[in-house]
T-cell receptor, first 113, second 108 residues
Framework: NAGVTQTPKFQVLKTGQSMTLQCAQDMNHEYMSWYRQDPGMGLRLIHYSVGAGITDQGEVPNGYNVSRSTTEDFPLRLLSAAPSQTSVYFC????????????FGQGTRLTVV | AQRVTQPEKLLSVFKGAPVELKCNYSYSGSPELFWYVQYSRQRLQLLLRHISRESIKGFTADLNKGETSFHLKKPFAQEEDSAMYYCALSGNTGKLIFGQGTTLQVKP
């Protein structure tokens, strides 16, 4: 039982490059979310999904795309990386029941040069 | 709109001193409130949730709907409590929103 797995752990991109951050879960949780963590800004919600085929924008969606074709996977795509997207990215999952705990991946540290 | 505010970026106390990490929220419905903790080089993990009214590692938090607050308290801080603490709010849309985080530094 791996829980929430993010890949890669570290990535360096050049400005303008694209890439996909992967998030996979084996807990059969309906809800999945992507956050970015920046000093002084806390955790900010990028996109989230309440189930396969359903996604919605969070607080800071610009420059990112997501899709949810299966319950298990929720990839985050950077279309054209910018230095402002240098951050630590976290994927989280939880069930749709009230007051349930969110489980986090170990994070992806992305640097855009 | 959902909003969580943690006014303190850094809280530094001595071992054995009381701790209070502040959290205020804005939400028009019935909120689900949580405190998460991130120890150095570890994943974020749940510390406690308002619905449980429990004490975890000596920490408690009471939901005050009148003041829209959910402050985290501990009577006697320990060095192992040093970490980043996040207050979080979930509504009925599936979104889980976090505050800016407070770094707790417990000095020996």
């Amino acid at each position: 039982n791996a829980g929430v797995t993010q890949t890669p752990k570290f990535q360096v991109l050049k400005t303008g490059q694209s890439m996909t951050l992967q998030c996979a879960q084996d807990m059969n949780h309906e809800y999945m979310s992507w956050y970015r963590q920046d000093p002084g800004m806390g955790l900010r919600l990028i996109h989230y999904s309440v189930g396969a085929g359903i996604t919605d924008q969070g607080e800071v969606p610009n420059g990112y795309n997501v899709s949810r074709s299966t319950t298990e996977d929720f990839p985050l795509r950077l279309l054209s990386a910018a230095p402002s997207q240098t951050s630590v990215y976290f994927c989280a999952t939880r069930t749709s029941q009230l007051n349930t705990e969110a489980f986090f991946g170990q994070g992806t540290r992305l640097t855009v040069v | 709109a959902q909003r969580v505010t943690q006014p303190e970026k850094l809280l530094s106390v001595f071992k054995g001193a009381p701790v209070e990490l502040k959290c205020n929220y804005s939400y028009s419905g019935s909120p689900e409130l949580f405190w998460y903790v991130q120890y150095s080089r570890q994943r974020l993990q749940l510390l406690l949730r308002h619905i449980s009214r429990e004490s975890i590692k000596g920490f408690t938090a009471d939901l005050n709907k009148g003041e829209t607050s959910f402050h985290l308290k501990k009577p006697f801080a320990q060095e192992e409590d040093s970490a980043m603490y996040y207050c979080a709010l979930s509504g009925n849309t599936g979104k889980l929103i976090f505050g800016q985080g407070t770094t707790l530094q417990v000095k020996p």
